[in-house]
């Protein structure tokens, strides 16, 4: 078993002892990320957060070591770690250099973050104000203080650039934020100067309201200025100058526009600007700085007019400075330059002559009657400065009151940035000032702090703290404090002097633990106080204040032919910061420490009403230099800003509270009891919570509605591990999500699918059904049709007819006879009888059109001879069917056969046909092989080379032959031929081709004698001879008993 140890090192790095494979444990959350193994990147971002020192005082060993506390901001100021906490509040030293962390990046990486998982920085405490501002709803304010030169003032420009980079933006809001952020430059010209503390020196308090809308944009704004260092615009001490915008003026203004005010480029001419001696600053750049406040005047909203009206009252201002006075004899004043005279008549709208008396006398009403009474020199000069203070100090709040102007937009959500400068018009209005925001760092820390810890009843040990508030009082405590004192003897008649002051007060506050003058001094503190001085025991230390210039100061009176003056004025800046009524007005003005004290109690009374948010500056030295850090100054600083005390509460109490439900619904996770939900009571909840994660009895205490945690490590460990956890359970619900969102979308598809099939199922019932209503139609409208075939053409039997047509014409064209001699027909219904005749011509008009139209002369030769053929013997002669398929040729007899001799013979004459045929003797009947050789002219029979007879076919008087199949035929000749012999009995093997050439070749077509039964022929000498056909089953030819010769044909062809 390993021990879970954690050590805290003087540096505040939190060392893990190694585990068991040398990897590291974190100590508390080990327990709920030791199954996650990521363990890795917890530790890095834990060791990254104490790299340097420690970023929380919280969190170091000694904590009552001043030494310690000051070793550890040099530690981290050495490493340009600027940003300490102690707790909540931030610790901040001014590194007077630029570093890289303001960039947007920056401001990215503390957005929506809790501050204590992420480096100390400005951004950290405004991002947590502005998120408790929308998550709580309560109203937040930052109080940022320091001395002058800590970085109070660029500590609230980071808080405002952050909230306008930041903060959601819509229509408008654009334009508050360009005004916030401009009405910066305006009011430091105004109001800042070099001190030698700083070369950028707030010259007056600010306190600054951002509105946000509901959704969190910035949308309004409010600023209150406090207070404002009059006296820098009549004198500076040496080394520092008046308020900027001076001398931007006179850098930057264009030549134009110091010729209307009547100012000259040169600083050094004006006596309110070189009281300093310091006219001229390197490491500022008025030219610029004009340029950039120009622009931010018309951001802002300024017109041209008003511009210009603002101009001619700070030019008077240095024109009234270099008013110059000559004293008579009677030591009455009288002024010596008139030409500034004339540019104040000019500038501020005056009477000239009206000015010029005011400034050298003074009005007094003795007994109801007003009165002239003549200054002396020194007067006058006063009553000019007093003059040049009131019109620059109301201007400086007429400006305030217009950049507010610009910014209103009424919305009830406050978020405050107060900077309270350090420095005012008087060194005790500061302490005062510093005092009562320690009263309320008291209040709203300290004090309720305890109070909180009572009502939880949670046991502890009270830590003593100093409570200022005897201080406070010492100050402002009506007829006894301070300023009531001050203001006495202000008001009171007589002869009334600071030093007649400081005997009122050793009067009044002589005893007072915190209060003491030179008089009522010890020996050993009177050796450190001047006469005119009293002490006050502040609660950051003592502090000397000198009486010279109180009673003045805190007069701060103009007198009043002055004020009635400006009265007059034109200008219409002018005429509203010196109101007529108060002229009429007998009530004598508030005075300066009045005025003061009313003011920081509202504002006291403001920020009560917020939750507060603290940044301590601190100076690290006083040469302005980067890098250097001046111990004796910081510890100073330390100790007035109370930083320890501060500390010592934090470290005696507990660090961090949570409402037991807000720490459980965000710690649940970690604890498998509480997760996913705590039934029981939300303090047992709480306390397994916590003994899982291995929170130790000293870490923690359980109050009665909320857990608190003394060290802030504690909390840090727990967060680390829900870190860890949180992507154990985003990765789970993910997983989750990813996989419902699957299902969904299977579920989506297999929805669909079933969906399209049953559509397309649907559509395709729809469609059979519709094909079967169709098909039942069409059945309905053939049988109809074919019970009305018969009648003549009708709705009811319209549709089989046509049908009936339309099926026969298709069918026709796939069944057209492809040759002439294919004479298949499809039958035609009754109605297409007619048509089917004219097709079936037409098409076989085409088709013998076609056939003709390929036929060759040879082959046409051959039809010719057919045709003669089929028509001398079709239907006539048995075998004459058979001899159509056969071919006509010219010859039957091969060339060997026909006897050279016989060509000879010929001559001339050109053969034309040749076949061997059988003779038969007219007498007896004896049959012999001849040939029959036609020619032109004549037929020749023929044996070799012998023409036996020579029938020329002008005497051939016809041809016979039988009806039966046999090749027997008869030529019959002229009988008066006396070279003939007689008619001639042949028989052919191709009698239908022969018979045809003969025929052809004689041109006697008509002339052939189809008999039947018998043929007769004639014997020379009148006799005749008789052939008898008859039909049998096989060719006889034979003579018959009855001396005819007898054919016997068998029958080929049924008739
Ligand atoms: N965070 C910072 N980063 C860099 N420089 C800084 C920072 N803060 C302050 N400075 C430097 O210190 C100078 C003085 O700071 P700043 O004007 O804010 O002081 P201040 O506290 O407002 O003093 P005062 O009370 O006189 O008005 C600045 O002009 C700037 O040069
Ligand atoms: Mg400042």
Not at 593 to 598: E, I
Request: net charge positive.
């Amino acid at each position: 078993m390993m021990e879970l140890k954690i050590q805290l090192i003087p540096t505040g790095e939190i060392i893990l002892p190694p585990g068991k494979n040398g990897e590291s444990y974190c100590h508390n959350c080990a327990k709920a990320v030791v199954n996650d193994g990521v363990r890795a990147m917890m530790e890095s971002a834990l060791t990254a957060r104490d790299r340097v020192g420690v970023q929380d005082f919280v969190l170091l060993e000694n904590h009552t070591s001043e030494v310690a506390f000051i070793e550890n901001l040099r530690k981290r100021f050495k490493e340009n770690l600027i940003y300490t906490y102690i707790g909540s509040v931030l610790v901040s030293v001014n590194p007077y250099k630029d570093l890289e962390i303001y960039t947007k990046q920056h401001m990215e990486r503390y957005r929506g973050v809790n501050f204590y998982e992420v480096s100390p920085h400005i951004y950290a405490i405004s991002d947590n104000a502005y998120r408790s501002m929308r998550t709580e709803r309560r109203d937040q304010c930052i109080l940022i203080s320091g001395e002058s030169g800590a970085g109070k003032t660029e500590a609230s420009k980071k808080v405002l650039q952050y909230y306008a980079v930041t903060c959601p933006a819509s229509g408008h809001v654009e334009t508050v934020k360009d005004r916030l952020l401009q009405s910066n430059p305006v009011l430091e010209a105004f109001g800042n100067a070099k001190t030698l503390r700083n070369d950028n020196s707030s010259r007056f308090g600010k306190y600054m309201d951002i509105q946000f809308d509901f959704k969190g944009a910035p949308v309004g704004g409010h600023i209150i200025n406090y207070l404002l260092e009059k006296s820098r615009v009549v004198h500076q001490s040496h080394g520092e100058r008046n308020f900027h915008i001076f001398y931007q003026l006179i850098e930057g203004g264009e030549e134009d526009l110091l010729r209307r005010l009547g100012l000259e480029r040169t600083p050094q001419q004006y006596q309110y600007l070189v009281k300093g001696q310091c006219p001229k600053v390197s490491s500022i750049n008025d030219r610029n700085e004009w340029k950039v406040v120009r622009k931010a005047l018309t951001v802002i909203g300024f017109s041209d007019d008003e511009v210009e009206e603002l101009l001619n009252i700070i030019a008077s201002v240095l024109h009234l400075g270099n008013v110059q006075f000559g004293g008579e004899d009677g030591g009455n004043a009288y002024i010596t330059t008139d030409t500034q005279i004339k540019y104040l008549a000019r500038l501020l709208n005056v009477d000239g002559s009206v000015l010029r008396e005011a400034l050298t006398h003074k009005k007094i009403i003795a007994k109801g009657e007003e009165l002239m009474s003549p200054l002396n020199q020194e007067q006058a000069g006063a009553a000019r400065d007093a003059l040049s203070k009131a019109v620059y100090g109301r201007t400086f709040t007429w400006l305030v009151n217009k950049i507010n102007a610009s910014l209103a937009f009424k919305v009830s959500l406050y978020y405050h940035i107060s900077n309270m400068a350090g420095s005012f018009e008087l060194q005790f209005c500061i302490n005062y000032c510093n005092e009562k925001l320690q009263q309320l760092f008291i209040e709203l820390t300290l004090k309720s702090e305890q109070e909180e810890y009572e009502a939880e009843g949670i046991t502890w040990e009270p830590v003593q703290y100093f409570n200022n508030k005897i201080i406070c009082d010492l100050v402002e405590e009506k007829f006894k404090g301070i300023i009531s004192i001050l203001d006495e003897e202000c008001l009171r008649p007589g002869d009334a002097s600071d030093l007649t002051f400081l005997e009122k007060l050793e009067k009044t506050l002589g005893g007072h633990a915190h209060f003491v003058t030179h008089k009522l001094a010890d020996g050993k503190t009177r050796k450190m106080m001047g006469r005119e001085d009293f002490r006050m025991i502040h609660y950051a230390g003592e502090v000397n204040y000198n009486v010279n210039g109180f009673l003045d100061k805190n007069n701060d009176l103009l007198f009043r032919n002055l004020k009635e003056v400006m009265c007059l004025s034109e200008n219409k800046i002018l005429t509203q910061c010196f109101d007529r009524e108060e002229l009429t007005d007998k009530k004598r003005p508030e005075t300066a420490a009045t005025q003061f004290k009313n003011s920081l109690a509202k504002l006291m009374e403001i920020l009560m009403s917020k939750e507060p948010s603290y940044v301590r500056c601190i100076k690290p030295n006083d040469a302005k230099q980067a890098g250097r850090f001046d111990e004796v100054l910081i510890r100073h600083q330390v100790k007035y800003l109370g930083l320890m005390e501060n500390l010592r509460v934090r470290r005696a109490g507990f660090a961090y509270r949570r409402r037991y439900e807000i720490f459980l619904q965000r710690y649940k996770s970690l604890c498998p009891d509480t997760w996913p939900s705590w039934d029981g009571r939300l303090v047992d909840g709480v306390s397994t919570l916590v003994k899982h994660l291995g929170y130790k009895p000293e870490e923690y205490k359980l109050g009665r509605s909320k857990i608190f945690i003394r060290f802030p490590k504690t909390l840090f460990a727990t967060e680390d591990a829900l870190e860890t956890r949180k992507h154990t359970l985003a990765t789970k619900l993910q997983a989750c999500w990813k996989g419902c969102r699957q299902k969904a979308k299977y579920r989506k598809m297999k929805h669909s699918a079933i969906l399209v099939q049953a559509w397309w199922r649907g559509i395709l019932a729809r469609r059979q059904a519709q094909r079967r209503r169709q098909s039942a139609d069409v059945i309905r409208r053939f049988i109809k049709g074919f019970i009305y075939r018969h009648q003549p053409r009708c709705p009811e039997n319209e549709y089989f007819l046509d049908y009936v047509r339309f099926s026969f014409l298709m069918n026709l064209i796939r069944n057209l006879p492809k040759t002439v001699l294919d004479k298949s027909w499809p039958t035609p219904p009754p109605a297409l009888v007619e048509a089917s005749e004219h097709l079936q011509r037409l098409c076989m008009q085409n088709m013998v059109w076609k056939y003709c139209k390929n036929i060759n002369s040879e082959w046409k030769h051959q039809l010719e001879q057919k045709m003669v053929a089929s028509e001398i013997f079709k239907d006539k002669k048995d075998n004459y069917p058979q001899s159509v398929s056969k071919l006509f040729v010219s010859t039957r007899l091969n060339w060997e056969d026909i006897n050279p001799k016989l060509l000879q013979s010929l001559g001339s004459e050109k053969m034309k046909y040749a076949v061997p045929v059988t003779k038969y003797d007219r007498k007896g009947y004896k049959s012999r092989s001849r040939q029959l050789v036609l020619t032109g002219d004549s037929a020749f029979i023929v044996e070799d080379a012998k023409l036996k007879q020579r029938i020329d076919y002008s005497s051939l008087k016809g041809i016979s032959v039988s009806s039966l199949s046999d090749g027997m035929f008869v030529l019959h000749v002229t009988s008066d031929d006396n070279k003939q012999k007689g008619d001639v009995v042949l028989q052919s093997d191709h009698v239908i081709e022969t018979l045809t050439k003969v025929v052809i070749c004689a041109d006697k077509i008509n002339s052939v004698n189809i008999n039947p039964g018998s043929i007769k022929f004639s014997i020379n000498n009148g006799k005749e001879g008789i052939i008898d056909f008859t039909a049998g089953s096989e060719l006889l030819i034979a003579k018959a008993k009855n001396g005819h010769l007898s054919v016997t044909a068998p029958r080929l062809n049924s008739r």
